[in-house]
């Protein structure tokens, strides 16, 4: 009997669309529950009666945390026996954001009302976000390493939506008390695990629901799509990226990055490097590895669309790649690309593109969003 019960509840779960996970009894009283994050592994989110426990992890040290978030309704009064962590009033109002790629995720669950203000506004590319910035619905706070902390403090900034970095510093703003939000995001191994850091953001903008219908709708299309080549026999080898100074940097093959490549049927020929984030390399060591690549991705940043001609004039040594010889190179220009907002959120967009790159006879008559190849 105890079985089928237990049966029957997991049923109902699956049929409601409801977490399943851990329950007992809070500190308040009242029941607990841990939500069940299905791919993300740099947050973890515990229910109490009066408030919420949010855990960002630190990914370049595990088991240590980044930060731990305490969440409580602006309408409620503050719970006694608060855990240790940054109580943070929710839903938020009055936010200031980072990165573009934040100020999407805002923007896709119905949240937009909550950017006061932004940094790096120059890399936006989100046609409302930049229409309200231009109208002062939201203020630009110039960039992120030195922001107007006075015009954020003047907006009545409730907190601050950033991204971390290993042994990073806020700098001036972690003595104004407002609190961060760490999305880290970007560390995740998973495509997917990257796409459902909107429902992290989901719990502190009161749309939770939103956030998860964008996310389920995102896991079905990626799956989906990457069912489309779970039987090529080839898998073109791939190089991405140039050189920047002295260094080239590509992604590691512990990144979301590198296993979106696998998932679109490539042989990406750096998947051997460790670590999450990107790794820098001599040109010497990628002409080593990638000399006979078939094909290569670059994104990159310029007023023009980048040529076979630019790219040489650029650095004439690209010219001894096989790929630049056979004319089977992809550039991403993020200057008006939308790339770099939409890809951590909405990787179903980019595995269709990436697919239909590496094995165009799958998705016949695709348009492109991101890459053009290079004309001469």
Known sequence: MMRFCFCSLMLLCLAFG????RSGSSRDGGDTSVDTVRYADGYTVTRYGEYVKVEALDPWNKGKLLQRYILVPRDKPTPAGLPEGTVVRVPIRNAVVYTSVHCEMLESIG???AIAGVCESKYIINAEIKKRIGEG???DLGESTSPNIEKMISLG???IIASPFDHGSYGAVEKTGIPVIECADYMETEPLGSAEWIKFIGLFTGQSGSADSVFNET???????KSLVENVEYRP????GIKYGSAWYVPSGG???????EDAGANYLFGYLAGRGGA??????VLDKAIHADVWLIQYNWGNDMTYESLRADYSPYGKFDAFRDRHIYGCNSNYSRYHEEYPLHPDYLLAELISIFHPRLLPGYKLRYFKPLTD
């Open 237 to 240: 080898k791939l190089m991405t």
């Open 137 to 139: 619905k939201i203020q």
């Open 280 to 285: 820098p390399l001599s040109f010497e060591t």
């Open 219 to 225: 896991e079905a299309n990626y799956n989906r799509i």
């Open 111 to 113: 949240a937009m009302d």
């Open 18 to 21: 409801c977490n399943v996970g």
């Open 255 to 261: 990144s979301f990055m590198a296993r979106i490549y």
């Open 157 to 159: 900034t409730e907190v």
